[in-house]
């Protein structure tokens, strides 16, 4: 699997960046540009050194999700580290606050420097069969997917970002792209990683970006760019053309969010991370690291950052509002107070009322008790991704891989797709594929005992807002919900601002025009003259 191919070639990643030191220094023990990349297997350990950098902490390691989850309105923080939460309400004194947007921005150059390395040097590589041209061809669209989903997400968060196409050197300086420069690029590389991008990979490569997971960005693509039927369109491969075979929801919701089931039938492109450390690995070879040298991670942090305090740091947690949401409609078994509720609120969030909701209740492991007499009953925490189910205490290695697109993402998107351009009935079909998963076991939309979700199945404006809430219960704390209110337009008007609010106080702080996006890093704008300032910081 590629998270077990990542781990003997990690070095490889820093062995390249440290060309952008500066340092004229040369060690003829270090691989350079001009004695590397030279076979099939070095340009594969380049492409792997690319996937490792999803790893670290700036990337999905760790603080992605602090501006994914927790600034949009499924999330806050009241950390103590009063410019982390700050960084949640939309309080940005510190502009090169590393933790806030500043290593998010490096640590997307950092991969993306590592991928124009495959994309420029693999193509002079001498092959020696069909084969090996084969997977250099694969490798580079590997690597155009990677960039692009890099410019996708500077786009979403920044709003501009440095054009960077080719391996950088120390001093360069780079033009600057808008919005609609950065979705040119980013659909340009998806269309080109689509043609040698595989349908599926074999056991090793499991984990590997596939043609579904390429087809899947660049429908999202478009649909930030409200281009509906070119979105719609890129879906089609996925949910209705020759991609349909190799996906379907798991019948078991929770299945997603474990490390169990990892590359499932609804994973469509999935970050793996790993409970082993760069200093087991270096134990491990019998090159013992001495204790007070640090060490890297290959596990996901989150559920470390964001587990109730007592057990984690509890720098985020979920807002209640999810809680009554999830309460609202019954599911069509009726087993508990004469009424089952939606198995997703179980697997999303932990709260007050949690083992009364669902008695039965059986996914904690050892921090159960704990977990009982710590947390306040007023609150609510992350379940989802958490490591509670078995481990008895949280830590810096959680082997969870992150599902950055889920099957159920998709079909909810190509439903959102069909609605806008007024294919009503199609729209609602492939909401209920999603609402009538077993675990989730709803009635379809027309059939529901809620009157607006029933009323909403034969009207397009009531459709689609029905679907931000549908959206809500299935992806919520999977990093999809900034992207969503960015897309519905709701950062984008008083009125939009005024509905936020109902559900997050921390809107009040929100300014229009200026904090649809982040603040550049002050060190980038200082040191690059073609690159501003965002508008009204």
Not at 36 to 45: C, H, S
Not at 411 to 434: F, G, R
Not at 454 to 481: G, H, I, N, P, Y
């Amino acid at each position: 699997m590629l998270k077990r191919i990542i781990l003997p070639v990690i070095i490889i990643a820093s062995l390249f960046s440290c060309s952008e030191n500066g340092l004229n220094l040369t060690d003829p023990n270090v691989p350079t540009v001009a004695n590397y990349w030279k076979t099939v297997d070095e340009a594969k350990q380049g492409l792997t050194a690319t996937y490792s950098q999803f790893t670290r902490p700036g990337n999905w390691g760790r603080w992605i999700y602090f501006r994914y989850d927790l600034s949009s309105d499924e999330g806050y923080s009241n950390s103590p580290w009063t410019d982390l939460s700050d960084w949640t309400k939309f309080k940005y004194s510190n502009y090169n606050f590393i933790q806030g947007g500043s290593l998010i921005y490096k640590s997307a150059y950092k991969q993306i420097f590592e991928a124009n390395q495959v994309i420029t040097y693999s193509p002079n590589i001498a092959v020696k069969t069909e084969d090996e041209r084969t997977q250099i061809k694969q490798f580079i669209a590997q690597a155009k997917f990677i960039r692009a989903f890099n410019y996708f997400t500077l786009n979403v968060l920044f709003g501009q970002a440095e054009i960077v196409l080719k391996p950088s050197n120390p001093g360069d300086l780079y033009k600057v792209a808008n919005t609609d420069s950065l979705n040119a690029m980013v659909i340009k590389d998806l269309n080109e990683a689509i043609v040698d991008l595989p349908v599926e990979w074999n056991e090793i490569d499991k984990g590997r970006i596939t043609k579904g997971a390429a087809y899947a960005l660049l429908g999202k693509t478009y649909m930030q760019m409200h281009e509906w039927q070119k979105a719609k369109d890129a879906f089609y491969w996925l949910v209705e053309g020759d991609g349909k075979q190799y996906y379907g929801l798991m019948a078991n919701y929770f299945d997603n969010f474990t490390h169990y089931k990892e590359n499932n039938i609804e994973s469509v492109f999935e970050i793996q991370f790993s409970a082993v450390s760069q200093k087991e690995m270096d134990r491990n070879n019998g090159s013992m690291l001495d204790d007070d040298v640090p060490y890297m991670t290959l596990g996901n942090t989150r559920s470390q950052f964001f587990a109730p305090r007592g057990i984690g740091w509890c720098d985020g947690q979920p807002r209640t509002w999810l809680i009554t949401e999830y309460k609202k409609e019954p599911t069509k078994d009726v087993s508990v107070n004469g009424k089952t509720i939606d198995d997703r609120l179980r697997v999303s969030l932990i709260y007050p009322d949690i083992f009364k909701d669902f008695p039965t209740e059986k996914l904690f492991a050892g921090t159960i008790s704990k977990w009982k007499s710590t947390w306040l009953k007023t609150e609510c925490f992350f379940r989802k991704y958490g490591d509670d189910y078995f481990k008895t205490v949280t830590d810096y290695y959680s082997p969870i891989n992150y599902r950055v697109i889920r099957y159920s993402d998709v079909l909810l998107s190509y439903s959102e797709c069909l609605a806008q351009l007024n294919d009503l009935p199609n729209a609602v079909k492939y909401v209920d594929i999603v609402r009538t998963r077993p675990s989730t076991n709803h009635t379809k939309m027309a059939d529901s005992p809620v009157p607006e979700i029933a009323a909403a199945a034969s009207d397009k404006t009531l459709f689609l807002k029905r679907l931000q809430m549908e959206r809500a219960l299935e992806l919520c704390l999977e990093s999809v919900r900034w992207i969503d209110i960015k897309r519905w337009g709701l950062l984008e008007t008083q009125e939009g601002i005024d509905e936020l609010k109902t559900r997050d106080a921390d809107f009040s702080n929100f300014i229009l025009g200026k904090h649809q996006v982040l603040p550049m890093p002050q060190y980038e704008v200082d040191n690059n003259e073609y690159l501003e300032q965002n508008a009204n910081y």
